[in-house]
């Protein structure tokens, strides 16, 4: 009878031939680059040998291309995508690929792979690249500064795209890439601890939705020579970012793109409220945005050499001998008469006329609107001839999105100014915003809604001083509403405009205060 049932058990697990699989999962050891067998010498060796569930510990310098994909042949069920794996480095453990391809590539659907403790980089393509993965962790990963020894990216630090889900960057320090410090593109993804510093685009870029970023930091450093163009940037749905801080970086700290929505900021500090000197770059406004060059011809004598025309009623062209000018706004509103001759379209100024100019970095920054058109290290007003590009180099937040938030946030000294709403249906509430140099908050969008803010501006001989408004809602924006916010200037500031609403248009504000004199009689719809 025994003899019978160790017969039906040997045959049951002939049946099962390469699906029986192994007892428990093996923990691998991988010096590089001399491991001695049974320890590896190389990490892709260890994990070609390796199973789901197994360990893999990684010591030494490394330099090759890692790619995690499917478990061995030989595992249970054999060459599926790894359902689980761990990879973990000593403390002065590293992986910099000095060829094509990332450190690290978690690709094929693998599912729960882990990296931790590890020091990555590589010559040509990212630290480590994410593709079409699920619930992977990646914990305390290092790129090091730049120097003769040290290891970072050509490309993002880490580079998850968003056919992958639920992946989690944790606890890693990310300076100093070519790219993107992060890149999160997964749904469902989270960002914890993870300071991203002078890196050559945005520290953490987050297109994935929903995800969660949380305690981070995004600085740039002078003296690097990497400029990180922004600290946070957003362009997909639903992300909630709290507690990070963003200074220096070179366009902007904390930027929500015209993909994004949703988004909600909780708690964020932009700018460095410990500054005494204006740091970052900061591009310059030729002219202001809606305007043309002042004093542009706009309607000359004919060939009876008499004026016949008068400017328009309601226009700033004024007559300058026997020719019309624009006036301060650049923009000729008046039409020709008689056979006097038009210089300049009604409507339009002067075109190929400065807009913005670089800062003193040399480097433009600021990206062009409207027909606006780059030349050199300069922006020029296109065929219309009006400015249509904000300098907005090293401004706290810029929204271009919609149904995004910010929240409860700090927003201190940026050179670019303090917050720039050109997006719709976004809401600024209980946040500070003060002493930035440039507009502490500018809405160019349609139905925002701003709320219970506090809003100082500087002036004198303070390095933020600023003449410009402290909320400035220009021509064109739409059913915007301001309740409960105060605007007040610190001492020594320059007088000049609390509010200004070029646009009164269903603008409203109720309950709000500015100092005396600065809410410039508005319309009723406006109080």
């Not at 792979?113 to 914990?139: C, E, F, K, P, Y």
């Not at 100082?456 to 509403?481: E, K, L």
């Amino acid at each position: 009878m025994m003899l019978r049932g160790g017969l039906i058990v040997a045959a049951f697990i002939a049946l099962l031939g390469p699906f029986a699989g192994r007892a428990a999962a093996v923990s691998r050891q991988v010096n590089c680059p001399a491991g001695v067998p049974p320890v590896f010498s190389t990490i892709q060796a260890a994990v070609n040998a390796s199973c789901s569930g197994d360990t893999i510990s990684v010591a030494g310098a490394c330099t090759e291309p890692v790619t995690i994909n499917t478990q061995n042949a030989g595992c249970t069920g054999g060459a599926l995508a790894f359902t689980k794996l761990s990879i973990s480095g000593s403390s002065s453990a590293s992986n910099n690929n000095p060829g094509a391809g990332p450190a690290f590539l978690i690709t094929g659907n693998a599912r729960n792979v882990t990296i931790s403790n590890m020091t990555v980089g590589s010559a040509a393509s990212h630290g480590i690249q994410v593709m079409s993965a699920h619930r992977v962790t990646l914990s305390n990963i290092r790129t090091a500064p730049a120097s003769a020894s040290g290891i970072f990216a050509f490309l993002d630090g880490i580079n998850i795209d968003t056919a992958s889900t639920r992946v989690r960057v944790l606890s890693s320090t990310l300076n100093n890439n070519g790219g993107d410090g992060l890149e999160n593109g997964s749904t469902d993804g989270e960002v914890t601890s993870v300071t991203a510093n002078d890196n050559g685009a945005a520290g953490i870029h987050v297109p994935g939705s929903n995800a969660m970023v949380t305690r981070c930091k995004a600085d740039e450093t002078a003296g690097t020579g990497k400029t990180q163009e922004a600290g946070f940037r957003f362009s997909g749905p639903g992300a909630i970012v709290q507690q990070c801080t963003a200074k220096n970086n070179a366009v902007t700290q904390f930027h929500d793109t015209s993909a994004s929505t949703g988004v909600i900021h909780f708690r964020n500090i932009a700018g460095n409220s410990s500054a005494t000197t204006v740091t970052g770059s900061s591009d310059a406004q030729a002219l202001p945005v809606g305007n043309g060059e002042a004093d542009s011809d706009c309607v000359t004598e004919g060939f009876n050499t008499t004026l016949d025309t008068a400017p328009n009623v309601g226009s700033d062209d004024v007559i300058v001998g026997t020719e019309i000018h624009s006036g301060p706004n650049g923009v000729c509103e008046t039409t020709a008469a008689g056979d006097d001759v038009q210089e300049l379209p009604v409507g339009q100024g002067s075109p190929n006329e400065d807009c913005v100019t670089a800062g003193a970095d040399g480097t433009l920054e600021t990206s062009t609107s409207g027909d606006d058109a780059v030349v050199g290290n300069k922006i020029d007003t296109g065929a219309n001839g009006i400015c249509e590009s904000g300098a907005i180099a090293g401004a706290g937040f810029i929204e271009e999105g919609s149904g995004n938030r910010i929240n409860t946030c700090t927003v201190q000294k940026n050179a670019g100014g303090g917050v720039f709403i050109s997006g719709n249906g976004n809401a600024l509430q209980l946040s500070i915003i003060s002493s930035n140099k440039g507009d502490q908050v500018r809405v160019t969008g349609d139905n925002n809604f701003l709320s219970e803010n506090t809003i100082t501006r500087v002036g004198g001989t303070n390095a933020f001083a600023s003449t410009t408004p402290a909320v400035n809602v220009p021509a064109g924006a739409d059913s915007n509403f301001f309740d409960r916010t105060r605007v007040s200037l610190a001492s020594g500031a320059v007088t000049g405009d609390g509010y200004t609403v070029d646009e009164p248009t269903n603008n409203g504000i109720q309950n709000s205060r500015a100092p005396g004199g600065d809410l410039l009689d508005p319309p009723p719809n406006l109080r």
